[in-house]
């Protein structure tokens, strides 16, 4: 034994720093220790809670705070899901790693940030599908929440978790009901009875942001014109400003021009039609119409108009023909004709006027209509034609917020008779005043719509029938819920005071913390919610409520992920939980494949067999502890290169979300380093960091596992999200050689490396002595050389 001994002692530390190498190369870490104990300090330690009120002094977000030891504030939002029954699924996990990544990269760069999340409970989804399984929708949503909270803690995000928000709960959807207050006191929000969409199914009016291609959006039921008295919001005096605003917005093009063409603005001329007089007898008792006007854009067909189409709900479609006749019929003020009007569906009430003009020479649909009918097809040229007035108009309509279902805020309304006989109020309806809010959803048992129309509150007398406040005569609640959109369109402003009984909001928080500096979500939402909000907080900011008309900086749109190359779905049985891939691999391996997957505004494909890379790559930087060491040495100008290049690359990516190029880039460094046989305990650090955003959990890990409380690295902290991002010193990326492109005539032949600042004579020279490039110019007669310093030399024959 005491030979033994003598034979090692030489060596012995050098045998024991192998040994520990080889048992860290031998072992993967554990990432369900790891991770369960980060997440709980992060809680334990507040790390993620920043301070949201306004400090002493400070003017607002665009000062430097007097509060050196905090950064600028930074609010980092991500769209709040809906809490699905079936849980968290991978397509809110890849938008909302995504969004993290972002806000761990700016927390870095020193600023302060906040990153809420909460839920958008109320709707119809949740409402069909506690129907579908015959569980009351209350107990649905409070297990959906306990569920959906569990997942979102093992994703790895830094969210405020003392700060959520749920659109279902009173001290929650108290301000909703306010913010309509807020509208009908501007004048914004009315009742009128309007042509709406209905769909059969939900057994609910739907905005006409909610039907695609004539179908419910929801369950894609063909939906229905009706009759019906709804609340509305007055979105259409907010056209040209949502409009103009466009083109100051940073945000994803793709979804400014789905708001643009939404919005639809166009500029045109309004012409009168007179009624031929004879038909004027015939016509409703309620109409007292003498003319049609007609909106369009191409003022110059008019000499072409052989008909009028009015939409059915025109106030004169009832004596219009639905075929060819001489029910009701107009004068051409071009040409003094009499011309037929007819009404047909293809016309739409609320664009235009609800009329158009026929000029089945110049419009395909006119053609067809035309054809159809035995219409006249008049060709005529240009002609200058002054009759009409200019007039813009939108296709925007005004957005219908009343649903006919349970689920959802009561519209803090009532309506009073002797209010109403006596002209003291709007058609008799009455505010709920703010100190009577919330308007308390009752409890049901029996919540199903039944489709006449009427919500389901209306089944229940004692919440119906009640006090009017106005008078204190008897009333009738409303008894329409307002849309779920209504929710989401104000919910980025409560996160900021999530717990405030007196108001929705502090006006000094919103000032320190908006706009909203990064907003990731689906572009799903663009003439949906993001519309929506961009309307609220232009009638808040004319309130003076908000400290700006755009409630969101930068708004980027994430694609759509998809699994092996299909849609994700329920019908195609590929929908994806993240809790089974978490257990096996980890949030920060499932995390950093959601970001390799793609280009984040392209979307991707899941593929199981991918994350084996990434949970491999993880462990590898794992093992690259075991290289570490304390001594100081230098190491080869190729690495240090490497590290330099890799800051550069990885900053510039994460600032422009490019999340899957940067982690090639980290795979390039970490292979590098995995060649030498020590690493510089600061290199690894850096790569720490860089690693950081991506794998919170295992970068936190090795921080401490290094020592860095008191690290040579930094400054002494204890979490690696308390640290500078590193820079890059350019002087160290400079390239010293570049490729030299060899032309002849101005076609490519070649390439040659060459030193940087090459001159001409020596590039002409190293040509003429490659083998391969030189053959080009033999027996040819070189009229002319062109030499470009570092990009290219041309030989001109």
């Avoid at 500029?267 to 369009?296: D, H, M, W, Y």
């Avoid at 590929?574 to 949030?587: L, Q, V």
Wanted: aromatic share 12%.
């Amino acid at each position: 034994m005491v030979i033994f001994k003598k034979i090692i002692s030489p060596n012995y530390f050098l045998i024991k720093k192998f040994c520990f190498g080889l048992i860290l190369v031998m072992t993967k870490y554990n990432h369900k220790k790891i991770e369960k104990k980060w997440r709980e300090k992060w809680e334990k330690d507040k790390i993620y809670q920043p301070d949201l009120s306004l400090p002493a002094g400070r003017q607002g977000k665009d000062k430097k705070p007097l509060d050196k030891t905090r950064g600028k504030p930074f609010y980092n939002l991500m769209m709040f899901p809906y809490p699905s029954a079936e849980g968290l699924h991978i397509g809110n996990m890849y938008a909302f790693v995504h969004s993290d990544c972002y806000g761990r990269f700016k927390r870095l760069q020193g600023f302060d940030v906040f990153e809420p999340i909460g839920l958008d409970g109320f709707g119809i989804h949740s409402e069909n599908y506690a129907i579908k399984i015959g569980e009351h929708i209350k107990k649905v949503s409070a297990r959906t929440e306990k569920n959906f909270y569990k997942q979102l803690h093992m994703i790895g995000n830094q969210y405020d978790w003392s700060r959520t928000v749920e659109t279902y709960k009173p001290d929650y959807y108290k301000w909703t009901q306010w913010l309509f207050l807020k509208m009908y006191e501007k004048g914004l929000a009315y009742r009128k009875e309007a042509s709406v969409n209905w769909c059969g199914c939900c057994k609910t009016v739907l905005s006409d942001e909610q039907v695609i291609s004539g179908k419910c959006e929801r369950c894609e039921t063909e939906t229905e014109k009706k009759l019906m008295e709804q609340w509305f919001w007055k979105i259409t005096d907010y056209a040209e400003k949502l409009l103009a605003n466009l083109k100051v917005i940073d945000w994803s093009e793709e979804v400014k021009i789905g708001q643009k063409n939404w919005i639809g603005k166009s500029e045109g001329v309004l012409i009168t039609f007179n009624l031929k007089p004879a038909c004027r007898t015939g016509r409703s008792q309620n109409s007292n119409l003498k003319n049609i006007e007609v909106f369009t854009t191409r003022p110059d067909t008019l000499p072409g108009c052989t008909f009028l189409v009015l939409s059915p709900e025109h106030e004169l479609a009832g004596l219009a023909c639905r075929q060819a006749g001489k029910n009701l019929t107009a004068i051409n003020p071009f040409n003094n004709k009499e011309i037929p009007i007819f009404t047909d569906e293809y016309v739409l009430y609320d664009y235009g006027t609800g009329a158009i003009m026929g000029v089945p020479a110049y419009d395909e649909r006119d053609r067809v209509f035309a054809e159809k009918n035995n219409l006249q097809i008049l060709e005529v040229g240009p002609e200058e034609n002054k009759i009409g007035k200019k007039a813009v108009k939108y296709k925007l309509r005004d957005w219908c917020i009343s649903r006919q279902r349970y689920w959802g805020p009561p519209i803090p309304m009532v309506y009073c008779e002797k209010c109403a006989s006596t002209g003291s109020a709007q058609a008799g309806w009455v505010l709920v005043p703010e100190k009577d809010l919330p308007v308390l959803l009752p409890e049901m048992e029996d919540f199903l719509p039944d489709g006449s129309g009427k919500g389901p509150l209306n089944k229940i007398r004692e919440f119906v029938n009640t006090k009017c406040p106005k008078c204190g005569g008897p009333a009738k609640r409303e008894t329409d819920v307002s849309d779920p959109f209504v929710d989401s369109c104000w919910y980025y402003l409560r996160y900021l005071d999530a717990h405030n009984d007196k108001k929705p909001f502090d006006k000094l928080r919103v000032k320190k913390w908006l706009p909203v500096d990064m907003y990731i979500g689906g572009k799903e939402h663009t003439v949906l919610h993001l519309l929506y909000s961009r309307f609220v907080s232009m009638v808040l900011y004319e309130l003076g409520l908000v400290p700006s008309e755009e409630p969101f900086e930068k708004f980027r749109a994430h694609g759509l992920l998809i699994r092996d190359g299909a849609k994700i779905s329920k019908s195609k049985g590929n929908i994806i939980s993240p809790d089974d891939y978490i257990e096996k691999f980890g949030a920060d391996t499932v995390r950093m494949y959601l970001m390799f997957l793609g280009d984040m505004r392209q979307g991707g494909d899941w593929r199981d067999e991918g994350i084996i890379g990434v949970y491999r790559f993880l462990n590898r930087i794992y093992k690259l502890q075991s290289k570490v060491s304390n001594l100081k040495f230098q190491i080869s100008p190729e690495l240090e290169k490497l590290i330099h290049q890799t800051i550069k690359k990885v900053t510039e990516d994460l600032e422009n979300l490019k999340f899957n190029t940067a982690i090639s880039q980290l795979m390039i460094l970490a292979n590098e380093m995995e060649k030498e046989k020590e690493l510089l305990k600061i290199d690894y650090c850096k790569l720490i960091i860089l690693l950081a955003p991506f794998a919170p959990h295992l970068a936190e890990e090795l921080w401490e596992q290094l020592g860095n409380k008191e690290s040579a690295c930094s400054e002494p902290v204890e979490s690696v999200f308390k640290q500078k991002w590193p820079k890059y010193d350019p002087a160290k990326i400079k390239e010293d050689s570049f490729e030299l492109i060899v032309q002849i005539n101005g076609k490519f032949r070649g390439s040659i490396s060459a030193s940087k600042n090459l001159g001409q004579s020596e590039a002409e020279k190293m040509v003429l002595a490659d083998e391969k490039l030189a053959k080009y110019l033999s027996g040819q007669k070189i009229k002319k050389v062109i030499f470009v310093k570092d990009k290219l030399i041309n030989f001109v024959a």
